[in-house]
């Protein structure tokens, strides 16, 4: 049974940060490439960031680039995303995606696993 779990979400002021974790289980985590989509209240699915299946290779939206990072630790099966210089605009549910290829995902749909979200709101 697939699970991956999100956690590290909050409220944070402008300009703080946050670290998102996302374990998962169930499934061959170091063949699976990976994303972060977030979804704003009242809007669609936003993809922000996404990694191959080792980790090496990376990429961001345009909104999160030089603020944001993707990373992963195989041994752990676990997924990270360090979220920096945080901005009221970044207030969404935050999700972690897999799919059963190595390559880096730069969309929202196509994924074969979802997790259930974490909130992050960025508030004064």
């Known amino acids: 049974q697939v699970q991956l779990v999100e956690s590290g979400g909050g409220l944070v002021q402008p300009g703080g940060s946050l670290k998102l974790s996302c374990v998962a289980s169930g499934f061959t985590f170091n063949t699976a490439g990976m994303s972060w989509v977030r979804q704003a209240p009242g809007k669609g699915l936003e993809w922000i960031s996404g990694?191959?299946?080792?980790?090496?290779?990376?990429r961001y939206s345009d909104s999160v680039k030089g603020r944001f990072t993707i990373s992963r630790d195989n041994a752990k099966n676990t997924a990270y995303l360090d979220m920096n210089a945080l901005k009221p605009e970044d207030t969404a549910v935050y999700h972690c995606?897999?799919?059963?290829?190595?390559?880096?995902?730069?969309?929202?749909?196509?994924?074969?696993?979802w997790g259930q979200g974490t909130q992050v709101t960025v508030s004064s």
């Open positions: 995606a897999f799919r059963r290829q190595p390559f880096t995902p730069m969309q929202t749909q196509g994924y074969d696993y």
């Open positions: 990694s191959n299946n080792i980790g090496d290779e990376r």
